[in-house]
């Protein structure tokens, strides 16, 4: 089913007070220390998960139309057995779009000893486990092989590293799946794998670290059917400019 969309802006359920969490998330870096060895080695970093605050007011006219508004927005920020993931998506300033993937993790109790009347300001607390905004415009870049061998260049455009989905149409006998990455002048290579593809079927691989997944169309698990399955699925990504300008 396709999950619901909720405007918190417009004031249909709310308007926006302020965001908090927008800014550079924290960072951790990695220490390794040892006998002998003064300090410390440093391993190198990792953003850390990004807590984000959402305020937010409604105003409506009546202390009953007040109760029912909350009744809406707890039904809308409740857990559910089904995930509690949502994606929040905010037009800044500038115009441009942002979306982040995060958790409910706390919203207030819209008590009525905090009601002006029967206006109500309350806070939304999130939790993004993978704390980098990202644009949500999607680029698709299509290359069709002539013969066995057969690849194609294709380059991070955005200021951040980046896991893109690769998808390969059937039919094909024993396709090698080979990634090859340039850093700086410095190639790197991946080896996913070697597949068989079926007519009219296809083969999709998500290197998110989230999902790292590799299903035909009918969402199966093919990595039981590969052969010479190898680790670049689980290292793949590429990086971006200008850490890899060429690629």
């Known amino acids: ?13 709310s308007r926006v007070v302020f965001l908090n969490g927008s800014g550079l998330p924290s960072i951790a870096r990695e220490l390794t220390q040892s006998p002998y060895l003064e300090g410390s080695i440093d391993n190198g970093y990792h ?11 409604y105003r409506v006219e009546s202390k009953a139309a007040a109760d029912l508004r909350r009744d809406q927005l707890h039904a809308i920020f409740q857990p559910s057995i089904s995930g509690d993931n949502l994606t929040l998506r905010v037009t800044r300033d ?43 415009t999607e680029w698709t870049l299509t290359a069709t092989p002539t013969v066995s061998g057969t690849g194609f260049n294709f380059q991070n455009r955005g200021d951040w590293e980046t896991w893109p989905i690769v998808k390969i149409y059937g039919q094909v006998t024993n396709s090698q799946v080979v990634l090859f990455i340039t850093i700086g002048g410095i190639a790197r290579t991946y080896y996913i794998g070697t597949f068989t593809i079926p007519a009219g079927d296809q083969i999709i691989f998500d290197t998110n670290p989230t999902a790292k997944t590799v299903v035909n169309l009918a969402g199966q698990n093919k990595l039981l059917t590969a052969t010479n399955f190898n680790r670049g699925m689980a290292e793949f990504r590429l990086f971006a400019v200008p850490e890899a300008s060429s690629g």
Do not use: M
């Open 1 to 13: 089913s396709v999950a619901p969309t909720y405007s918190i802006s417009d004031g249909v359920y």
């Open 47 to 57: 953003f850390q998960p990004r807590e984000i605050t959402l305020r937010l007011f």
């Open 94 to 136: 500038d115009a441009k779009i942002r979306q982040i993937d995060c958790h409910i993790i706390g919203i207030t109790e819209l008590s009525e000893s905090q009601r002006v009347g029967s206006d109500q300001v309350f806070d939304l607390q999130l939790l993004a486990p993978n704390p980098i905004w990202v644009d949500p």
